[in-house]
């Protein structure tokens, strides 16, 4: 079986009022996207659209992170999964045992 790799990263140079930004691959919530603005991460000023699309979504800014005539700026977008698991699976008899199995692996 051949496992294929995803890219989780997207890199953009910020045009002058840009305010849309594109991230191809998929999330589950919105707080498994990290926004970078060259090397600093921002948690604020945007919004993530797509989550749970295969194809991803859209981070959308409220006001452009490059004003006109300021210095360039590198935007990235960056799946993050957290480490923990939280899902308590239940006894392999279960009748939901396959359905949880299939659920907690494919958020990997």
Known sequence: MTLSASTAVDRYAAAEGQILFPYTFKILDATHLKIYENETEVTTGFSVSGVGSDTGGNVTYS?????????????????????????????QRSASFGLMVYAALSAL
Request: proline content about 14%; glycine content about 4%; overall charge neutral.
């Open 63 to 91: 006001t452009a992170p490059r004003a006109v005539g300021a210095a360039a700026v590198t935007i990235t977008c960056k799946r993050a999964l957290p480490l923990d698991q939280p899902d308590d699976l239940p006894s």
